[in-house]
């Protein structure tokens, strides 16, 4: 067995479409504990939102690891300590807050802390991401951000509408930002130095782990970054076409227990 360390996406992966983690997925996860493999979960969700995960799996014990915000926070997960945090500025903040409106759709940044969104009507995606995440949603005006660290601002709204407002973005945008869909309704915008890749490559250098010691598992357009830096990229069955493409293995889809089989198959074998 050579692969240490695996980073694992939520949505789409790690829980199934009910958004439980199985039996088997439990099961996997501790094997791999026990055999000395460091399980990371790597999502764009805040750190509120994985906590429950982290205590259902037992990854909240000493010497283990979080990648949140798709790469802009890494933490341990038993002190907090922050091993990344790359946030936002205001300056950035209030250029995006303008495309928003420029463009027409919702949008809101994300904290530590909560949600926040200058929409006076709030976006019913905002408030799908609050309950999904467990986290506040708070309506701030521009002038009242100045003081945020803001990780992570999401453009939101129906996937019609995004994706039309997506079609309009300069190259500058995405020169300046990684922009990255993580869901028909999400276009996730954060610092340009931020990835999973790079969260993932950070934890690897940390632990003195080889390429080929390291294997990613994910579904979506936000994996792509994890995908491609690991040794071992794995793509669900129900992922992304265009990610089966980098993949070295496919595995069985989330509400067949893919994590567990992957995990199973290719580091516990």
Request: hydrophobic residues 40%; negative net charge; charged residues 25%.
């Amino acid at each position: 067995m050579s692969i240490k360390l695996v980073a694992v996406d939520i949505d789409g992966t790690l829980v199934n479409n009910q958004k439980e983690i199985t039996t088997e997925v439990f099961e996997a996860v501790q094997e791999a504990k026990a055999a000395g493999v460091k399980i990371v979960i790597a999502t764009g969700r805040p750190i509120a939102g994985v906590q429950n995960l982290l205590a259902e799996l037992r990854l909240n014990e000493p010497n283990n690891y979080v990648i949140t915000f798709n790469g802009g926070l890494v933490q341990d997960t038993a002190t907090g300590q922050e091993l990344i945090k790359e946030t936002l500025s205001y300056d950035d903040y209030l250029d995006l807050e303008f495309l928003s409106r420029k463009l027409q759709v919702h949008m809101h940044a994300i904290t530590k802390d909560g949600i926040y969104t200058a929409n006076r009507d709030i976006g019913k995606y905002t408030v799908y991401e609050s309950n999904l995440v467990s986290m506040p949603v708070f309506y701030r005006t521009p002038e009242e951000m100045a003081d945020k660290e803001i990780v992570k601002v999401m453009f939101i709204d129906e996937p019609d509408i995004l994706d039309a407002a997506i079609a309009k973005l300069s190259s500058d945008l995405h020169d300046k930002y990684t922009l990255v869909k993580s869901a028909p309704f999400y276009l996730e915008v954060v610092k340009k130095t931020v990835s999973k890749g790079a969260a993932v490559l950070h934890l690897a250098e940390k632990l003195g782990l080889s390429k080929e010691k390291t294997m990613a598992i994910g579904d979506e357009e936000n994996d792509r970054a994890m995908l491609e830096v690991v040794g071992n990229p794995v793509v669900m069955e129900n992922g992304n076409p265009e990610l089966k493409k980098i993949a070295k293995y496919i595995t069985k889809s989330n509400d067949e227990s893919g994590v567990a089989h992957a995990i199973r198959e290719w580091v516990l074998d």
